[in-house]
């Protein structure tokens, strides 16, 4: 004979419900971006975290790593002129060719956005990437560091450095050199003007 306590509490027990796996955003590539279609899923991917750019038609233009970084999560299927997936060794290709050292800058990229940090391109401060103190996000505030990769083999002469240095002042942000060794592994730099 069961007992009735078993029953009772054994037929109040849900059986809990299998997730339903979350839609990937689908993202054409172009020569040097990548663009989503126009979905509230692919807007999400910039509200909530700031990935792209938002188009005013209501897509997301990312570069080439976020692309990547979100393709690796399973966030974005990459797609190509003729809405066929690419592979990740495919699209590796493409980005190589359209940026120099992209290993060595999506390394960078990856490990600052592991690390709960927003990273955006910085072109137009004549950098690789800029990016934001935990919990700020583009357009609230500033962004603290001008960020440039270098692979650990690289030699950077001090004209190079001074150079960079100099953007990162005149922009008011710190510099950041994230050096990349043969593993794919980043140790971080931090420089700035001191007055004696």
Not at 24 to 37: C, F, L, N, P, S
Not at 94 to 111: G, I, R, T
Request: hydrophobic share 35%; proline share 5%.
């Amino acid at each position: 004979m069961a007992d009735p306590v078993t029953e009772v509490v054994v037929g109040k027990l849900e059986q809990p419900q299998p997730k339903k796996p979350k839609e990937q955003v689908k993202a054409y590539i172009g020569k040097e971006r990548v663009i989503t279609e126009n979905t509230d899923p692919a807007r999400e991917l910039y509200n909530q975290s700031r990935y792209g750019k938002l188009l005013t038609d209501g897509r997301v233009e990312l570069s080439f790593s976020e692309a990547m970084y979100l393709a690796e999560r399973g966030k974005v299927s990459i797609l190509d002129g003729k809405n066929k997936p690419i592979s990740a060794e495919q699209f590796l290709k493409k980005a190589a060719k359209s940026q120099q050292n992209f290993w060595v800058k999506y390394c960078v990229f990856k490990d600052i956005r592991d690390r709960g940090y927003i990273i955006k391109t910085a072109l137009k401060f004549g950098a690789d990437f800029r990016v934001y103190d935990r919990g700020v996000k583009p357009g609230e505030d500033h962004a603290r560091w001008i960020l440039y990769p270098v692979h650990e083999g690289d030699k950077l002469t001090w004209q190079e450095f001074s150079a960079k240095n100099r953007v990162a002042h005149s922009t008011k942000k710190r510099l950041l050199i994230g050096v990349v060794d043969d593993e794919g592994d980043v140790s971080y730099w931090e420089c700035r003007w001191l007055r004696p």
